[in-house]
């Protein structure tokens, strides 16, 4: 899956799709998509990504304590 950063300066492919959706998890591991290299994984918050649209991420992703 594929989120933008919040800044809008790059595109982050999203590795593990169950750690994005995991509400307790703060961070998500992902690659930059930089030009044709393979960029190196590294970790992100949750909190400065969104959708390539600018839509946030769903709240059910992000607070472990959404439906209070």
Same mark, same amino acid.
């Given at each position: 899956?594929?989120?933008?950063?919040?800044?809008?300066?790059?595109?982050?492919?999203?590795?593990?799709?169950?750690?994005?959706?995991?509400?307790?998890?703060? %961070?998500?591991?992902?690659?930059?998509?930089?030009?044709?290299?393979?960029?190196?994984? %590294?970790?992100?918050?949750?909190?400065?990504?969104?959708?390539?649209?600018?839509?946030?991420?769903?709240?059910?992703?992000?607070?472990?304590?959404?439906?209070?």
């Amino acid at each position: 899956m594929l989120l933008q950063s919040k800044d809008g300066s790059s595109i982050v492919e999203i590795l593990d799709i169950q750690e994005l959706i995991n509400p307790v998890s703060d %961070i998500v591991k992902g690659q930059n998509q930089l030009g044709e290299e393979e960029q190196d994984p %590294i970790n992100y918050k949750k909190e400065n990504l969104v959708f390539p649209s600018g839509e946030s991420l769903p709240r059910c992703w992000v607070d472990a304590n959404y439906r209070n």
